[in-house]
């Protein structure tokens, strides 16, 4: 006669803190499963327990994975060997369902996901089950993201890597309600305006004799930070220069490197157009170019430099200077914000509006007064015509100190 198959077994294991009871069952394909604890310490509470999952016929459900464990399993965020086609069953779903003219997720993207996934996920969930994650436990996260310095808006972007995660687990069944549901995001000011660096700063930031201390030794950044503090252009637009768009006392300013597809296209408002530059920045670009193609590369002008690994060196480099990572975000502080610098310095110093334009390729006067950043140096010529009123209201001679 064929024994009869248990449906379960129970067995007492010495942890300790005390006598725990754990069981053993078989799935509905007849697979023994892992051991799983009853949380008792009596075996008449333990097999009540079970009985009671027997009952609601949860006793061989599987158990569901570990973050990290899934996040591995769905190949999250990752691409193939030849970097040219996502790994992550997610991105290709969302590719196969969308044109190539206008993919649904962009490439830039899910590396960003990648490391919010890694930097900030995994460290806080990535033992957790999935369907043990609670709404309360990812509330109190994200509030930690913000009392750790991060910007509502950062903190918002990261959780919005791991509704991803979660909205895929509840989608295929893994869990049963994906808990981000019930966690809103926080408010985020997203047209506050970027902040502009004051001329001291500018000034110990650019430096040439302290490349080696506050850019790190690395040329590149300092060279691409220094053409976009003297010429106004975009990040975008610096990415692209090439070798041949140099000349002693201009650039052509034709193309915009576009981090999201990673192809060149035109710059921001389609213009084609020469700026100046100084004699010292073309004898330092001609120094540093040692191949032909794209200025500003990591591989001999293969392709463009990583716009996000230049604009952490930016970072790192006010930091450096004195300009703290919460400073810099308080006042907006990003690339860009040379953009801003360069606009006021340019209007400050006395040159027409109709030029500043021509440099920055601003539209419209409005554009021109939008990124003008007026700062406590640029009313020296102010304070001149303040004192020399006050020299008549008072009768005295400023530089002698004596009645006139």
């Given at each position: 006669?064929a024994?009869?198959?248990?449906?379960?077994s129970?067995?007492?294991?010495?942890?300790?803190?005390?006598?725990v009871?754990?069981?053993?069952c078989?799935?509905?394909y007849?697979?023994?499963l892992?051991e799983?604890?009853?949380h008792?310490?009596s075996k008449?509470?333990?097999?009540?327990?079970?009985?009671?999952?027997?009952?609601?016929?949860?006793?061989?459900?599987?158990l569901?994975?570990?973050l990290?464990?899934w996040?591995?399993?769905?190949?999250f965020?990752?691409?193939a060997a030849?970097?040219?086609?996502?790994a992550c069953?997610?991105?290709?779903?969302?590719?196969a369902?969308?044109?190539?003219?206008?993919?649904?997720v962009?490439?830039r993207?899910?590396?960003d996901c990648?490391r919010?996934l890694?930097?900030y996920i995994?460290?806080?969930f990535?033992?957790?089950?999935?369907?043990?994650i609670?709404p309360?436990?990812?509330e109190?996260w994200?509030?930690?993201?913000i009392?750790?310095?991060?910007?509502?808006?950062?903190?918002?972007?990261?959780?919005a890597?791991?509704?991803?995660v979660m909205s895929?687990?509840?989608?295929?069944?893994?869990?049963?309600?994906?808990?981000?549901?019930r966690?809103?995001?926080f408010?985020?000011?997203?047209?506050?305006?970027r902040?502009?660096?004051?001329?001291?700063e500018?000034?110990r930031l650019?430096?040439p004799?302290t490349?080696?201390?506050?850019w790190?030794?690395?040329?590149?950044?300092?060279?691409?930070n220094?053409?976009?503090?003297?010429?106004?252009?975009r990040q975008?637009?610096?990415?692209?220069l090439t070798?041949?768009?140099i000349?002693?006392?201009?650039?052509?300013i034709?193309?915009?490197?576009?981090?999201?597809?990673?192809?060149?296209?035109p710059t921001?408002n389609?213009i084609k157009?020469?700026?100046a530059i100084?004699?010292?920045?073309?004898d330092r670009l001609q120094?540093?170019?040692?191949?032909?193609?794209?200025?500003?590369?990591?591989?001999?002008?293969?392709?463009?430099a990583a716009g996000a690994?230049v604009?952490?060196?930016?970072?790192e480099?006010?930091?450096?200077i004195?300009i703290?990572?919460?400073?810099?975000?308080?006042?907006?502080?990003?690339?860009?914000s040379?953009?801003r610098?360069?606009?006021?310095?340019?209007?400050?110093a006395?040159?027409p509006?109709?030029?500043?334009?021509a440099?920055t390729?601003?539209?419209?006067e409005?554009?021109?007064?939008?990124?003008?950043d007026w700062?406590?140096?640029h009313?020296?010529?102010?304070?001149?015509?303040?004192n020399?009123?006050?020299?008549?209201?008072?009768?005295?001679d400023?530089?002698s100190?004596?009645?006139?």
């Amino acid at each position: 006669m064929a024994r009869i198959k248990n449906e379960y077994s129970l067995y007492a294991r010495k942890l300790p803190n005390g006598i725990v009871y754990y069981y053993r069952c078989y799935d509905a394909y007849g697979r023994r499963l892992s051991e799983r604890s009853t949380h008792c310490r009596s075996k008449t509470e333990a097999r009540a327990y079970v009985e009671k999952l027997l009952k609601k016929g949860k006793l061989g459900e599987k158990l569901a994975p570990s973050l990290a464990a899934w996040t591995r399993e769905r190949h999250f965020f990752e691409w193939a060997a030849d970097e040219q086609t996502p790994a992550c069953y997610y991105t290709q779903g969302r590719l196969a369902r969308s044109s190539k003219d206008r993919p649904a997720v962009q490439r830039r993207y899910i590396n960003d996901c990648k490391r919010q996934l890694d930097k900030y996920i995994l460290p806080a969930f990535g033992s957790k089950r999935i369907n043990e994650i609670q709404p309360g436990q990812l509330e109190n996260w994200l509030f930690g993201l913000i009392n750790s310095g991060l910007a509502p808006k950062t903190a918002n972007n990261i959780a919005a890597a791991f509704r991803i995660v979660m909205s895929e687990a509840e989608r295929l069944g893994v869990i049963p309600e994906n808990p981000w549901r019930r966690v809103q995001p926080f408010s985020s000011d997203a047209s506050a305006p970027r902040g502009s660096l004051s001329l001291d700063e500018a000034i110990r930031l650019m430096d040439p004799r302290t490349i080696g201390t506050v850019w790190a030794g690395h040329e590149l950044y300092y060279l691409i930070n220094l053409t976009a503090m003297l010429t106004a252009a975009r990040q975008g637009e610096l990415l692209a220069l090439t070798d041949s768009d140099i000349f002693p006392d201009h650039l052509i300013i034709a193309h915009s490197w576009n981090e999201k597809t990673h192809k060149i296209g035109p710059t921001k408002n389609k213009i084609k157009a020469p700026i100046a530059i100084p004699a010292f920045l073309y004898d330092r670009l001609q120094a540093f170019i040692k191949w032909r193609g794209y200025v500003f590369s990591f591989d001999g002008g293969w392709t463009p430099a990583a716009g996000a690994r230049v604009t952490l060196a930016l970072r790192e480099a006010m930091i450096r200077i004195g300009i703290t990572r919460q400073q810099q975000l308080d006042r907006g502080l990003c690339f860009h914000s040379w953009r801003r610098f360069a606009n006021s310095y340019m209007r400050a110093a006395g040159l027409p509006d109709a030029i500043v334009r021509a440099q920055t390729r601003h539209v419209t006067e409005g554009m021109t007064d939008h990124y003008t950043d007026w700062q406590p140096e640029h009313f020296r010529s102010v304070n001149q015509v303040q004192n020399k009123l006050i020299e008549q209201l008072t009768g005295l001679d400023k530089l002698s100190g004596n009645k006139s």
